[in-house]
């Protein structure tokens, strides 16, 4: 059993920049993939970025890549998300999970979840 804090949310302007941190407990942090999600009001919760056990390997959904990034620190046991360029329509809880294989996407494929950060964007 894994539990995942998530830090880090608030408010910010657009275009402005956020960095969410995801800290786990537990001594095979280091043994899972990691993956970020995020649910707007109205929306099922989406895939945002992923990254593999040993930080080789990073995944992005479209609608974010070339503004966010995803990465790790084994010996923190934390995982972050650096946000930039922010928009309004980034206005969502995000959630990080850990699953077997970074290239998942879908929800079901994460076996431990955070309970979320709130992230708003005023425009």
């Known amino acids: 059993q894994v539990q995942l804090v998530e830090s880090g949310g608030g408010t910010v302007q657009a275009g402005g920049s956020l960095r969410l941190s995801c800290a786990a407990s537990g001594r095979t942090f280091s043994n899972y993939a990691m993956g970020w999600f995020r649910q707007a009001p109205g929306k099922d919760r989406e895939f945002v970025a992923s990254?593999?056990?040993?930080?080789?390997?990073?995944r992005y959904a479209d609608s974010v890549k070339g503004r966010f990034t995803i990465s790790r620190d084994n010996a923190k046991n934390t995982v972050y998300l650096q946000m930039n360029s922010l928009k309004p329509e980034d206005t969502a809880v995000y959630a990080c999970?850990?699953?077997?294989?970074?290239?998942?996407?879908?929800?079901?494929?994460?076996?431990?979840w955070g309970q979320g950060t709130q992230v708003t964007v005023s425009s």
């Open positions: 999970a850990g699953s077997s294989n970074y290239y998942y996407t879908s929800v079901k494929s994460y076996l431990y």
């Open positions: 990254i593999n056990q040993n930080a080789g390997i990073t």
